[in-house]
């Protein structure tokens, strides 16, 4: 499946964005989808995740509740909405797919076989 991610941009801190994610090709609706991010000078790091059906999340505890990953099958799109930015989540996003697996290893990159390009996202403070 191939990505491409939008919806990033300049916001101030306290800010809200919507990140989008569609998705090409006919497996999106079996794929699990997630969202990681890569600051400068720092690791990637898990996000959020979605299981193929959109029945189970899972998030990255640092989030404190801030993010709400979401998707829409019907329009092969993945959706991050990020609420009360801060300038700590400034990065490059990415959404990936993977087929389906356990929940619990969502937050692994090594599980996703397909990426998309990207989208910044910086909060100014």
């Known amino acids: 499946v191939q990505l491409q991610a939008s919806g990033g941009g300049l916001v101030q801190a306290g800010g809200s964005l919507r990140l989008s994610c569609a998705a090409s090709?006919?497996?999106?609706?079996?794929?699990?989808m997630g969202w990681f991010r890569q600051a400068p000078g720092k690791e990637r790091e898990f996000v959020a995740a979605?299981?193929?059906?959109?029945?189970?999340?899972y998030y990255t505890d640092s989030l404190e509740g801030r993010f709400t990953i979401s998707r829409d099958n019907a329009k092969n799109t993945v959706y991050l909405q990020m609420n009360s930015l801060k300038p700590e989540d400034t990065a490059v996003y990415y959404c990936?797919?993977?087929?389906?697996?356990?929940?619990?290893?969502?937050?692994?990159?090594?599980?996703?076989?397909?990426w998309g390009q990207g989208t910044q996202v910086t909060v100014s403070s």
């Open positions: 990936a797919a993977r087929s389906a697996k356990p929940m619990n290893t969502a937050y692994s990159g090594s599980t996703y076989s397909d």
């Open positions: 090709g006919r497996t999106f609706s079996r794929n699990d």
């Open positions: 979605i299981s193929w059906s959109g029945g189970s999340t």
